[in-house]
């Protein structure tokens, strides 16, 4: 089992950054792959971003290359979402998911955890 929590959402303005967090724990992260979903209301819940927790491989969602950037810190178990020139498109609650090594795109149905989510609002 993996416990995930997340913080970091909240409202900011177009053009402006924010980063989220998420932390695991319950075991330890080996050959597991850590992503960020977002669901904005009314929709699909997407895929955004993932890395790969052994290797260090990313892997983002065309909507967002060039302005999102994911990373992870092994040593606090914990992987960051830095979103930068956010925009009103970005305004969904984000997931922080893991699941194990599968090829991309992942689909929300292959993850294994998910955290509560973080609401993410930008302001035009």
């Known amino acids: 089992q993996v416990q995930l929590v997340e913080s970091g959402g909240g409202l900011v303005q177009a053009g402006g950054s924010l980063r989220l967090s998420c932390v695991a724990s319950?075991?330890?992260?080996?050959?597991?792959?850590m992503a960020w979903f977002r669901q904005a209301q009314g929709k699909e819940r997407e895929f955004v971003a993932f890395i790969r927790w052994g290797s260090g491989n990313r892997y983002y969602a065309d909507s967002v290359k060039g302005r999102f950037t994911i990373s992870r810190d092994n040593a606090k178990n914990t992987v960051y979402l830095q979103m930068n020139s956010l925009n009103s498109e970005d305004t969904a609650v984000y997931y922080c998911?893991?699941?194990?090594?599968?090829?991309?795109?992942?689909?929300?149905?292959?993850?294994?955890?998910w955290g509560q989510g973080t609401q993410v609002t930008v302001s035009s």
């Open positions: 998911a893991v699941t194990g090594l599968v090829l991309p795109p992942i689909s929300h149905r292959a993850i294994d955890y």
């Open positions: 319950g075991r330890t992260l080996s050959r597991d792959t």
